[in-house]
């Protein structure tokens, strides 16, 4: 049972609240929230994206078991810790997926597609491409696009806008970059020890490129709710009311950066911060009333 346990915790149960916020913007954009086929697809792909995003967290943590033992956080997850034995983990990393595949291919050929896509990216990151430098970084934002791609690919959309990727690409990149940044910051001279490409980074060279990631998510964003082919959005432009909330979002992530030194794992900030947890709800709710309400008005 203890085995078990480990097993889910080395899946990140939490980490799939970041799955919650990337699969469900292409149903909620498309107004076809409400409509239960579609809706009940999306939940579909979101299960099996959580089944496959965790399948890609046990094969990292099975390639990172040295460096993980060194970690001082890290050490305490499964794998390195002992909990979740080595050929279990083994078992559970190609078991997982091919249930995960075998599932999709019966609910949607090019959910299937982008999730073996996904799998290969993430195999190819965790081996590879996580070693060298910028490419470590677009390969995680390119996973999180691949997110949307799989809430998108199972409905029949008719207004959903490419700068929705362009939004969540950017938005990803902000939340990798601000992760990384903490993590330089918190471990200092062993930041090398536990990631051989911290010394290809610096603290002015991410800063800079936390700047730029930041300015890029705010211009896109705006620019999706004033161009975005939604008939509502584009010819009342109500979208752009939004904005303030995305801004307050992005500039309450930097305070948590930057004053309260939080923010080396995104999820637990979601999970833990109440004014960014509030924002969000309402940003949400403005959106919904300007979709599904105002039309009917």
Known sequence: MTALWGLVRTMRP???????????PGIVFDGQLFDLEALLLVIAAFFLLNMMSG???????????????????????????????VRLALIAGITIPMLTLLTAV???????????????????????????????????????VMRVAAGVVVIDVQNFSPWLYACTGLLALFLIVGKRRQELV??????VNVRRIYR?????????????????????????????????????????LTVPF???????????????GEGSAPDEVLLNDRPLQVDIVLFALTFVVILYIVPHL
Do not use: C
């Open 14 to 24: 939490k980490q799939w609240t970041k799955n919650l916020l990337f699969v469900f």
């Open 55 to 85: 399948s890609v967290y046990i094969i990292n943590d099975l390639a990172d078991i040295d460096s993980d033992r060194r970690h001082p956080k890290k050490r305490f997850r499964p794998i390195p810790s002992g909990q979740l034995p």
């Open 106 to 144: 019966l609910i949607s050929p090019p959910l299937a597609l982008i999730l073996l896509a996904y799998l290969i990216l993430q195999i190819a990151y965790s081996f590879r491409l996580k070693h060298i430098v910028i490419i470590d970084l677009l390969t995680i934002m390119t996973g999180f």
């Open 186 to 191: 918190t471990l200092g001279d062993e930041a």
């Open 200 to 240: 290809d980074y610096n603290l002015p060279l991410i800063d800079e490129m936390l700047r730029v990631a930041t300015i890029g998510t705010l211009i896109t964003y705006t620019i999706y709710t004033l161009e975005a082919p939604s008939p509502l959005l584009a010819e009342t432009q109500l979208g752009i």
């Open 246 to 260: 995305v801004l307050y979002g992005v500039f309450r992530y930097l305070y948590l950066i930057y004053v309260r």
